[in-house]
């Protein structure tokens, strides 16, 4: 006999919003102003030291400046992004103002496919389950039957002839198919040897309304179907396939923020 086989599918939407409750990860607040580095002039020149910081993550920063002191306690730069300084020592004071912000995606959905209709799909199967199945002869006379495969391994047997009754391996199996891009969706079907656990034949949700003499046939056996693909031609669907993008983002940011570091810096005559 046959066995009934069922999508399961999860229930499809219409194209609507679906909500903004999936966001982007809030990044880190990871500001820091870098170290100067060493500095040499000749007698009579001058070199240009600038501000410069590194920033990570979901931030974004404002152009920094530097206030600068030479070695009597005068302020000889107020708020430059870069100065020009013969050797000496000073008193880098360097500021820089940023913001943190966050990402919401606002996500929706739209149809790929309807109910009912028959898709190509692409399935990897997540787990297995093994069913005994019993050839009952004569198969000459097209009595066998295995469950869910009966009518094509009865075929594939009757080939042999004379009167056959044992047991072949079939196995239940659930797949997460995809269709045209959209979200995955669960199967349940059937794998049966066919004649090797080398060359076997899969079963799924409208395969069973197509001839018997064109099989979905894999080139590996039951035992080894968990975690294999295949396709899934003429898949009757149960409910709509839809798919899930992000329709707009909506950005929030933090207060204004201010980080400042104070350095010495000394630039030597060479």
Same mark, same amino acid.
């Given at each position: 006999?046959?066995?009934?086989?069922?999508?399961?599918?999860?229930?499809?939407?219409?194209?609507?919003?679906?909500?903004?409750?999936?966001?982007?990860?809030?990044?880190?607040?990871?500001?820091? $102003?870098?170290?100067? +580095?060493? /500095?040499? =002039?000749?007698? &009579?020149?001058?070199?240009?030291?600038?501000?410069?910081?590194?920033?990570?993550?979901?931030?974004?920063?404002?152009?920094?400046?530097?206030? !600068?002191?030479?070695?009597?306690?005068?302020?000889?730069?107020?708020?430059?992004?870069?100065?020009?300084?013969?050797?000496?020592?000073?008193?880098? %004071?360097?500021?820089?103002?940023?913001?943190? /912000?966050?990402?919401?995606?606002?996500?929706?959905?739209?149809?790929?496919?309807?109910? &009912?209709?028959?898709? #190509?799909?692409?399935?990897?199967?997540?787990?297995?389950?093994?069913?005994?199945?019993?050839?009952? +002869?004569? =198969?000459?006379?097209?009595?066998?039957?295995?469950? !869910?495969?009966? #009518?094509?391994?009865?075929?594939?047997?009757?080939?042999? +002839?004379?009167?056959?009754?044992? !047991?072949?391996?079939?196995?239940?199996?659930?797949?997460?198919?995809?269709?045209?891009?959209?979200?995955?969706?669960?199967?349940?079907? *059937? $794998?049966? &040897?066919?004649?090797?656990? #080398? %060359?076997? !034949?899969?079963?799924?949700?409208?395969?069973?309304?197509? #001839?018997?003499?064109?099989?979905? $046939?894999?080139? /590996?056996?039951?035992?080894?179907?968990?975690?294999?693909?295949?396709?899934?031609? &003429?898949? *009757?669907?149960?409910?709509?396939?839809?798919?899930?993008?992000?329709?707009?983002?909506?950005?929030?940011?933090?207060?204004?923020?201010?980080?400042?570091? *104070?350095?010495?810096?000394?630039?030597?005559? %060479?």
């Amino acid at each position: 006999m046959k066995r009934m086989l069922t999508v399961l599918v999860a229930a499809g939407l219409s194209v609507s919003l679906v909500g903004a409750s999936a966001t982007t990860a809030q990044a880190a607040d990871s500001v820091k $102003i870098r170290k100067f +580095g060493s /500095y040499s =002039v000749t007698k &009579g020149h001058k070199t240009t030291i600038k501000a410069k910081v590194d920033a990570r993550g979901n931030v974004r920063i404002g152009t920094p400046v530097m206030d !600068v002191w030479n070695k009597k306690g005068k302020r000889i730069v107020v708020k430059k992004p870069r100065a020009r300084l013969g050797a000496g020592t000073y008193k880098v %004071r360097t500021t820089v103002r940023y913001r943190s /912000y966050t990402v919401r995606n606002n996500y929706a959905q739209r149809v790929v496919a309807r109910k &009912g209709s028959a898709v #190509d799909a692409t399935c990897t199967v997540t787990s297995v389950s093994p069913v005994v199945g019993t050839i009952v +002869g004569p =198969v000459d006379d097209a009595v066998t039957e295995i469950p !869910v495969l009966g #009518d094509l391994l009865g075929v594939v047997t009757g080939l042999v +002839g004379n009167v056959l009754q044992g !047991v072949i391996n079939v196995h239940d199996y659930t797949a997460t198919c995809k269709v045209n891009g959209s979200n995955g969706f669960r199967i349940a079907g *059937t $794998i049966a &040897g066919s004649g090797s656990v #080398d %060359r076997s !034949v899969v079963s799924y949700p409208g395969s069973e309304n197509r #001839d018997v003499t064109d099989p979905e $046939i894999v080139n /590996y056996g039951p035992e080894q179907l968990k975690g294999r693909s295949f396709v899934a031609d &003429g898949l *009757t669907l149960a409910a709509d396939a839809t798919q899930t993008y992000v329709r707009s983002r909506t950005t929030t940011y933090s207060p204004l923020k201010k980080k400042t570091r *104070t350095q010495t810096v000394k630039i030597r005559r %060479r």
